[in-house]
């Protein structure tokens, strides 16, 4: 399944928005997410495989790591159901991980059409 992206109506979000290393990722990401010098045409807003949402989450006792460390756990969850997509870490390292893992899944196609999940 395809899923189209409406670069203002994708929401990012994360449980520890207040942890500056996640907050200055989410910046980061969103130009690579909608690329600004590109004009591109937009799904129909109506649509149900139009993803609406991107959630960063650590569960439990959400801790703002300032510095990785050696034995840090870098792992992350991805899942992308039909309008929502989560990515969920022990650590903000797996959530930094997930998060660029999401960037390589998005795609514009060949009509400069959409960019797609």
């Known amino acids: 399944d395809v899923l189209y992206i409406r670069p203002h109506d994708l929401k990012i979000d994360s449980n520890i928005r207040s942890c500056d290393i996640i907050a ?29 949402s991107l959630t960063l989450n650590i569960p439990g006792n959400a801790q703002c790591e300032q510095y990785i460390q050696q034995n840090s756990n870098e792992s992350y969850t991805l899942t992308i159901s039909r309008q929502i997509a989560n990515v969920e870490a022990t650590t903000v390292w797996g959530l930094l991980r997930g998060l660029e893992t999401f960037s390589q899944l998005i795609y514009i196609d060949q009509q400069n059409y959409v960019r797609s999940l």
């Open 24 to 52: 200055k990722a989410i910046q980061r990401y969103e130009p690579i997410f909608f690329p600004p010098k590109l004009a591109m045409n937009l799904p129909p807003s109506s649509g149900n495989n139009i993803l609406q």
